[in-house]
């Protein structure tokens, strides 16, 4: 939230600042949206590598004994850090929610928006809950049957990293959007590279086949390579999200239902470039 | 025929789903004294294989099998009231919608596991056992969309215009309650017995009576909302043009 | 000629007017800068998966050099002389579009495809006749990284496909016809050549 | 702006489909009758004619020769990366084998 607007000259602390922000900051329901998804993608990360050991994946080959020794060790991390993804998943709403908001602003139909919302809330589900779920039922229980803890382990991680679809068409959804796009709200390279982001889900499906090497669930191609990818493309989104909420230009005005102009107020949230 | 009857039917759903959903409680045989997680392989088994209790596990779960979508329209009608609020992008009520469908999609799969376990009660039991914890941890821990879809609507009441609140400001602090309420839920792998247990105190009555509680209060809230939208007649709001997508 | 866009001066992208000889045209980058960042990440990404293949091939280079002697030099040499072609043509028809000579510009587009078409035939029949002799995707290390590098690159192909199926549809109104559009197309597809050089080279010839 | 000559690219195009048959003659080198021999020359001769072929195709086929040196620059260094991963990790694997 840094001062774009005509923020009164204020000698305050930064809580201050912030305070006044969430009151009169008109973009304050973007920024909102944009602050949430760097603070979920922050937590995520730090639940699934050093809380929970789930990333880097481990083996895919391990044997019943190694897995049930990986769960023992785990324990309370899968407990605790699952329980926090249990808490804040719903975080990820607002990132889908700003991402189809960008396709709003877009000069293209709303079927791009509503598809990209839909496929992403969907993927939450298999591409997330349910790894943290299952791994959980595997902590839960000390002295469950170790071939029982093999089949939820490969559950949770195939699971997770299984879930392809949903990406691959939800990337070429944006994709698509941002390159027919004629208001540049996002610039074309970043249409490119979501097609290298949908690239990557198609590299990720030999992991359903093999249980060692390059292509395995936790392979040097399958994981290492498409990882860096990934990251890449989440830091090349936050940052375009945040320059399409800096180059938003609602003003300081009124807010819309005070207006009795409802086509001034339209061309204000549509904001349609002419 | 005016937009606010159509919502109106919808919104006199609720009673049905919410016959539905009681019966369904009370059928099931674990919920009024809800099932430990420490209860022993032979114990679960034993639970599954009862004829008694079969056939009310099944008829009880096929229940909640309907009741779970049955609680999509009134979190539509929810998006809808979020639109009529003087919000400048429409970016709260697209993150209604995208919690929209997860709840319930969650608590079909936990569904899903419960029958299965009930499916072939013959079966090793430590395999019913693994049915049964995965049933009960769907369902126990199925609370993240439900916790943000609570702190949206108050975060949309906050961003709402002071003078003409479309849900007054208590229900943005119901909201909040409700989502801390559920929290505990989340956490509940950590014990097997005592009030953090799945059948304990905070993950079962706490969560469970929220969830109510939030239905039944958010019915009838919004309900008001479109009763009192009717009444002022044809004349659409000002503030809807333009946040209705 | 003055329907035709000019390439858009695309910020950034140092489209500087050159000091030149009068006669040699400004120093423009061909196409969308922004297509660039593609063709330079996807160059990337594949090197990435070659150097992946080119260690791990040296660990076990009996095996690997074994089953590479199921691969016919002849076929991959086939392949890439038709990509090369068609790589020409679509030179001849960013050239014809720039000249204007849209009739020309959309025959040599046809062209490329249908070379295109022969490389995709060329290579689903070396699938087939892998396949049938046993050398599937899972049959050992070395036809993992041949049946994943050339699917990937089957996949760029296809992709390449809708790019010229956008140029053809351009180039056939007055209205769309767009030299920026049609360049940065191009460059796609050279790109699809030009990963299938390295491909050629790593899984046929390397030793 | 006159047609530009259609002979250049044909030019190069004949100078990349050489290349390639060389590889060819490459192919036959390599090889003790039917049995396929590992051998680093080849490896390397392969490898740095291919880069030869990308940097012709960047230069002739995508037209960096008439782009801003930036770009040219950028493509250069590509092809150096490109190359330096690829032997690199081919001589890598071979010293840790």
Known sequence: MTGETAEPARSGSPLTRIAWHCRNNPKRELWFAWYTTVIFYNIFFIVFFPVTHAQPPPHPYWSDALVANWFGHNRGGLLIGFGIIFTIAGATAPQNALIAYSMRRMSVSRVFPYAYLVMYSLSAIPGLLLLCVVLSVGALRPGRDPAQLHWLYDFGFLSYTGTMGIFLIGSLVWMLAILLDKNRVMPKWFGYLNLCNALTEVVVAPAWIFHAGVFAWNGLISWWVDMVVFGIYTGAFLMQLRNLIRREDFGDGPLPGLVKKPEAMAATLAGTAP | MRRADGELILLWTMPVVAVIWISAFFLFPGFAHPMSPSMTAAQVAAFYRDPAHLSRIRYSMILFNWFAPGLIPLLMLIVMQVRRMAHRTPILSYCLLACSAGGPAIFLIADVFWLLAAFQPARDPQLTVLFNDLAWMTFTTAVPFLIAQSLFIALAIYLDRPGRLVFRRWVAFFNIAVAAALVPAAFTGLALTGPMAWNGLLPFWVKNIAIAAWIVVMSVVTGQNIYRERSEGSAPQAAEAPVAA | MTEIAQASPEPGAGAQPSGKTAGEPARVVPGQPDMWVLVLFESLLFTAYFAVYLFHRTADSEAFLRSQAQLSAWLGTLDTLLLLASSLFMLWCVQATRAGAFRSAMANAWITGLLGVAFLVSKVTEWIKLVRGGHSFTANEFFQYYFFLTGIHLLHLLIGFVVIGVIIYQLRSPARRSRDLVETYAVYWHTVDLLWVLIFSLLYVVR | ?97
């Open chain 4, 1 to 97: 702006m006159n047609a530009e000559p259609r002979r250049r690219p044909l030019i190069a195009w004949l100078i990349l489909s050489v290349i390639t048959l060389a590889y060819l003659a490459l192919d036959r080198y390599a090889d003790n009758r039917d049995t396929y021999r590992a051998s680093s020359v080849v490896t390397t001769i392969a490898i740095l004619l291919a880069l030869v072929k990308a940097r012709t195709i960047f230069r002739e086929f995508m037209q960096v020769r008439h782009a801003p040196s930036l770009l040219c620059r950028l493509t250069d260094l590509w092809v150096f990366l490109i190359g330096a991963a690829l032997l690199g990790s081919y001589f890598a694997g071979l010293a840790v084998r």
